[in-house]
């Protein structure tokens, strides 16, 4: 994705610096934050990291399900599962927006940018019984 952006950034019309590759930073911003739980996972597996500093969860807890999995996370279950994971998929997903030029295209969207599906009510008349 961060390459592929790049490749598409390079190519846009020149703008401001973030217009043109502020989707390329958010992505590769979000690659490291959505991978470090599994980092986390894969170290302590392997050996590297050991179970009392890298716990996800409390030793305390024995319900650990549900929202109430929430109120039994360590700092480094915090950090890793919900602030890394939440905040990477934030900035993917701002980015998909910024590379698909979702704002501007709805924003002109009088002019026809977004493809509409034709057709869809003459199909959808034709299979109903």
């Known amino acids: 994705m961060i390459q592929y952006n790049w490749t598409q950034a ?7 610096h ?6 390329v ?10 991978l470090a739980d599994q980092m986390r996972h894969v170290l302590q597996d392997a ?3 050991p179970a009392p500093s890298s716990s996800m969860f409390r030793d305390d807890c024995d319900d650990v399900t549900g929202l109430k999995a929430f109120t039994c996370l360590t700092l480094v279950g915090w950090l890793f599962t919900v ?5 990477g998929f934030i900035c993917m997903l701002t980015g998909v927006f910024m590379s698909a030029d979702l704002a ?3 924003r002109n969207d009088a002019c ?6 034709r ?11």
């Open 47 to 49: 050996g590297l990291w």
């Open 119 to 129: 057709g869809l009510l003459a199909v959808q008349n034709h299979f109903s019984i």
């Open 18 to 23: 973030w217009k043109q590759y502020g989707a």
């Open 83 to 87: 602030i890394c994971t939440y905040t």
């Open 112 to 117: 026809g940018q977004i493809p509409r599906v």
């Open 25 to 34: 930073y958010l992505f590769a911003i979000a690659t490291p934050l959505l």
């Open 10 to 16: 390079a190519a846009r019309p020149k703008t401001t």
């Open 104 to 106: 501007n295209k709805k």
